[in-house]
């Protein structure tokens, strides 16, 4: 993906001019006080916070982002409008414009996170002691580009979430005729071993790749899904991602689209010729 910027917490001109237009209007201020500190220093905090991992309630002011509640509270505001999937949604129909999305095969996998208290969307970790735990489930083309992501408790078995992952996949546009949200094949590993859900997979007019249990290794799909292994390296390397802090699932969530949205961003950058 090319070497980071020393500051990756500081939005870019361009990455502001896709954000901007959708984020929602703000709402008449209640009371008098302070000046609304604008909206792309607080989405400065919310990446300072997402890269570091550092606890809100601790972002240096001197920084000039505001308070960490004002990040946060802007941070729930902007998922619940639904920006980071618009986001998306705008990036993908970018790639795909360009003739960059690999539609031959997407990937499935998981990743388990500790979860430092219990709440929605949390589990009993069966790797982790029975502690609080969540999954990140995430679904990628063939290069890795993120197609779709998913929180659920660290309990959930892998392959209950194939359909409802595949559900997720935006309609994307950029290209003459419908758009598109359907690989041709699907890889896995054997945590998706059913069949049941190869017979599902079929119906959707999609080929079911899976190995399978019992079998030695040397099924050679090991070649096509390490994408989504270094993708799911990518998202925990944002270092609020790699253990689940917030009891409140749509934050996590929030924190999850955002890198989902960057990640996505870094490929349009690299695959894209026009800026």
């Known amino acids: ?25 703000p709402g008449p201020k209640k009371v008098e006080g302070r000046p609304r500190v604008p909206d792309r220093q607080a989405l400065c905090g919310v990446l300072f916070v997402l890269h570091t991992g550092i606890q809100r309630e601790y972002l240096p002011q001197e920084l000039g982002f505001g308070s960490g509640m004002t990040c946060w509270r802007r941070l729930a505001a902007w998922n619940e409008a639904g920006v980071w999937d618009q986001l998306h949604v705008l990036l993908l129909e970018k790639l795909r414009s360009n003739n960059q999305l690999d539609w031959e095969r ?9 979860a430092t208290r219990p709440g929605p969307k949390s589990g009993p970790s069966p790797v982790d002691r029975a502690r609080p735990g969540s999954k990140h489930h995430l679904i990628v083309d063939g290069q890795g580009i993120p ?4 929180l659920t408790g660290g309990n959930r078995n892998d392959v209950t979430q194939l359909e409802p992952l595949l ?11 419908r758009p598109r949200r359907r690989p041709d094949a699907l890889l896995a590993d054997r945590g998706y071993d059913h069949d049941k859900y190869r017979r599902l997979l079929w119906q959707r007019g ?8 019992g079998q030695p290794h040397g099924t050679g799909l090991g070649v096509f899904r390490y994408v989504v292994e270094r993708t799911i390296a990518w998202l925990h390397g944002s270092r609020r991602l790699r253990i689940r802090w917030e009891r409140r699932d749509d934050i996590h969530e929030a924190f999850l689209g955002l890198a989902v949205c960057l990640i996505t961003h870094r490929h349009a950058q690299r695959l894209c010729c026009s800026g």
């Open 106 to 114: 997407a990937v499935i996998d998981s990743s388990h996170v500790r």
């Open 1 to 25: 993906m090319g070497n980071r910027q020393p500051r990756p917490w500081i939005v870019s001109d361009e990455l502001w001019s896709l954000i901007e237009p959708l984020l929602p209007e």
């Open 206 to 213: 999609i080929r079911p790749m899976i190995a399978k249990r």
């Open 167 to 177: 559900d997720e996949i935006p309609a994307v546009a950029g290209r003459v005729g």
């Open 147 to 150: 197609l779709a992501v998913s």
